[in-house]
């Protein structure tokens, strides 16, 4: 940890004047407040006040080298940021860490041949609602509907050749997506029930991907492969006292075929992603299908979203991916003028027994800031994964500096 | 009706086509040598926009401009380096001879590039007055022409030709009119029609020889159903830069910050 945070230092603190012009920053200071009007059985809290700074940087010290850094700061008022003074590295704490290196990673590039060490983010897949074939991508999911991704140290060498692309990663650490805390509205819990976390039993080995990507004239396509373990996990009781369970977090291997194409038609663009994933719990499909159309300065996206599951096992597990299939899902962007835009999205359980609604209406002021007001809307059924979080329904304020 | 006046009109309307197709070829002559005159192996620039609302200004933005290629066979990366929020954002745009243009989007946060429907290049791109079409480079060879006749434009000489996309050209627009200067072959102005309306003006502005190039160092987009307009202005200008179709591709747009 401590060589990391040298390094750091000595790549982004002391950069030398001659080089100045290959150095490239900026960041943001983000204050949110999430107001939630009605309290859940594990949580009485209805207003959050959250901070976050963010800190990005890239140094090139010749042509074919370059190297990025990335740090966040953040606190909170609700005890979802860690209290202690970390700096995070792995990524593996329940909460969020008050200090984080988001990004440390080194690039070489000659030609064909990009290779890419470090803390990385690597996203696959084209679709823009759900990405089945996005495995290296975990993410920070404490608010479910609001989440942010995570990087993963790897080490991706990618190779072009004409129209071709070849991904290939090696995914040296396993980073796990963070899940809501127990003791926090977005962790649903049987009442009359308390749940202990006891801890993680993380897997030890490597991850493994290739993806293989076409442009064609008009159209482009990729297949992927991903042998590694699933960043979301199953639940497995280890302990019972009296009303209390301890649960401990494990990640199932996961192995996954997918596909994922984009063709621009005249009315409308294709886009489309599948992946059939085969796991000791069961195998099973995910699936996307969306368009995409323009009318004057909204722009819509729309798609359906399926599961198609072999084993029809329910596990005990946290499941965004599989919890937002088979359903409806939408986002309509009007943008106002160069400094306001107004978004909708939604996502509609095609049983009806879950919905989510989000509306938000963004404004920058002058060259650096940008204010945001928001409102989500949760309902549905106890049983569904949306209609779970109705008490979670809604309005958030945010106000950005950035630089 | 007299031989006298109707042979005239016969052999008039007889040579009508002729004449049409004469004023045609001539304004393609006129565009491609404009084109010819433009042509430059790559280009850089770093672009200021100032977006102007209908009660004044309420935006700007900087953007550093790179383009390898020429006309129907060039590549290109627009990438902004302000307002600090959408510092990093960048656009791809493949051009080809036959058809429309590929574009995707780079977006840092989402650490993802994104296709640009073809469809989607009628929207303002990121609230300025330029459509992602208009970003594109326009080739000779997917548009045919007619001669409007010639017209005095800010009291410069200009040809004035409309151009029509060809069946293989995806665009927003009907046609468009564009006013050439004599004196350089540059283009002075451009209204884009959709629907048979005037929907955008193209001022340019500042000409300047660069490189042996002559060039509007300013563009001022008109987009006349908002009611608002964008200043472009071309600095740090400079032709036949050094550059590598590898700086061009989806993987160099995710190797910058």
Redesign the interface.
Same mark, same amino acid.
């Given at each position: 940890m401590r060589a990391a945070v040298l390094i750091l230092a000595s790549v982004f603190a002391l950069t030398p004047d001659a080089a100045a012009q290959q150095f490239a920053q900026r960041g943001f200071l983000d204050l949110s407040a999430p107001l939630y009007p009605q309290s859940a059985p594990n949580d009485g809290g209805h207003v959050l006040g959250e901070a976050l700074f963010r800190y990005e940087a890239s140094w090139r010290p010749g042509p074919e080298w370059a190297l990025y850094g990335s740090i966040d700061a953040r606190t909170d008022t609700h005890q979802q940021v860690d209290r202690a003074a970390h700096l995070s590295l792995w990524d593996r704490e329940r909460a969020r860490p008050a200090f984080e290196i988001r990004r440390l990673s080194a690039l070489w590039h000659r030609g064909p041949v990009t290779v890419e060490a470090g803390k990385q983010f690597i996203r696959w897949g084209k679709a823009d609602i759900l990405n089945p074939t996005d495995r290296f991508a975990p993410r920070d999911f404490l608010s479910v509907v609001d989440n942010d991704f995570l990087a993963v140290p790897a080490a991706r060498l990618t190779l072009e050749r004409g129209n071709n692309t070849v991904d290939a990663v090696w995914q040296v650490r396993f980073v796990p997506s963070r899940i809501p805390l127990f003791n926090q509205r977005w962790a649903v819990v049987p009442q009359d029930v308390q749940i202990i976390d006891a801890g993680a039993r993380y897997p030890g080995g490597p991850q493994l991907g290739l993806r293989w990507n076409h442009l064609g004239a008009g159209y482009e396509y990729s297949l992927s492969f991903f042998d590694g373990y699933n960043n979301l996990p199953f639940f497995e009781p280890v302990a019972q006292i009296g009303p209390a369970y301890a649960v401990q977090r494990v990640y199932p291997k996961l192995r996954m075929y997918g596909g994922d194409a984009a063709v621009p038609l005249r009315p409308f663009t294709l886009k489309s992603e599948a992946a059939y994933f085969q796991s000791p719990a069961g195998d099973y499909a995910l699936y996307v299908v969306q368009l995409e159309k323009d009318i004057g300065e909204w722009s819509l996206v729309g798609g359906y979203a399926g599961e198609w599951d072999r084993s029809k096992t329910a596990a005990a597990d946290f499941a965004p991916d599989r919890g937002l299939a088979r359903a409806f899902l939408g986002r309509a962007t009007y943008t106002i003028d160069a400094t306001r835009t107004l978004t909708f999205e939604a996502a509609l359980r095609q049983t009806g027994e879950g919905v989510w609604l989000r509306s938000e209406y963004s404004q920058s002021f002058g060259e650096h800031w940008r204010a945001t007001a928001g409102f989500t809307l949760i309902r549905g059924e106890p049983t569904d994964f949306l209609g779970q979080y109705r008490r979670n329904s809604h309005a958030a304020i945010g106000w950005r500096y950035s630089f | 009706m007299s031989k006298a006046v109707l042979l005239p009109a016969v052999f008039a309307l007889a040579a009508a086509p002729f004449a049409a197709n004469a004023l045609a070829d001539e304004a393609r002559r006129i565009v491609e040598e404009a084109q010819r005159r433009a042509h430059a192996n790559s280009e850089r620039y770093e672009g200021t926009l100032t977006?102007y609302?209908k009660s004044g200004k309420?935006?700007?933005?900087r953007w550093r401009y790179d383009r390898i290629g020429s006309h129907g066979n060039s590549k290109s990366v627009i990438r902004f380096s302000? +307002?600090?929020?959408v510092?990093?954002v960048a656009l791809l745009i493949v051009n080809?001879p036959e058809?429309s243009s590929?574009q995707w989007m780079w977006t +840092?946060a989402?650490?993802?590039n994104?296709?640009i429907?073809?469809?989607?290049r009628?929207?303002?791109f990121?609230?300025?007055d330029f459509s992602f079409e208009d970003l594109e480079e326009r080739d000779a060879g997917q548009y045919d022409f007619r001669m409007l006749g010639e017209e005095l434009l800010d009291g410069i000489p200009c040809w004035k030709i409309e151009s029509r996309p060809k069946e293989t050209k995806?665009s927003q627009y009907d046609r468009s009119i564009i006013w050439i200067r004599k004196d350089h072959y540059v283009w002075w102005q451009l209204e884009n029609y959709s629907r048979e309306k005037l929907v955008r003006r193209a001022k340019y502005g500042d000409l300047e020889n660069v490189s042996g190039i002559w060039t509007a160092r300013t563009v001022d987009m008109s987009d006349l159903r908002?009611g608002?307009h964008t200043v472009l202005r071309l600095e740090k200008l400079d032709y036949n830069v050094p550059m590598k179709d590898?700086q061009f591709?989806?993987?160099a747009l995710r190797?910058?910050?």
């Open positions: - | 977006v609302g309420i935006a700007e933005k302000s +307002p600090a929020e510092k990093g080809h058809r590929d +840092p989402l650490e993802r994104r296709r429907a073809m469809q989607d009628r929207r303002r990121f609230g300025t995806t908002e608002s590898e591709t989806l993987e190797r910058e910050l």
